[in-house]
């Protein structure tokens, strides 16, 4: 038996610090991707511009959630 099916773009295999397994698929109005594909980087991709945007978004919530939590336990005298 052969083991033809386990040859194949090993060149093209990515470290594993820069592998990526999860998957977004998303549809968007054809007018909010032109208008995201006009704001691009000269050499950025789109999917990177995406993730960037939604990593800083998700990185601010998170941060309000934070403080949001960190009052509540000073006005309630926990973090006394």
Same mark, same amino acid.
């Given at each position: ?13 990515? +470290?594993?610090? @820069?592998?990526?397994?999860?998957? &977004? ?7 909010? $991707?032109?208008?995201? #594909?006009?704001?691009?980087? +000269?050499?950025? @991709?789109?999917?990177?511009?995406? &993730? ?7 990185? $601010?919530?998170?941060? #309000? ?16």
């Amino acid at each position: 038996m052969s083991n033809h099916h386990m040859k194949g773009k090993r060149n093209a295999a990515k +470290p594993e610090s @820069k592998a990526r397994g999860a998957f &977004i698929h998303m549809r968007v109005k054809q007018s909010d $991707k032109d208008l995201m #594909v006009r704001s691009l980087e +000269p050499s950025e @991709k789109l999917s990177e511009f995406l &993730i960037n945007l939604g990593l800083i978004e998700a990185k $601010k919530r998170a941060s #309000v959630k934070y403080a949001e939590k960190f009052a509540a336990e000073v006005k309630s005298g926990v973090m006394r």
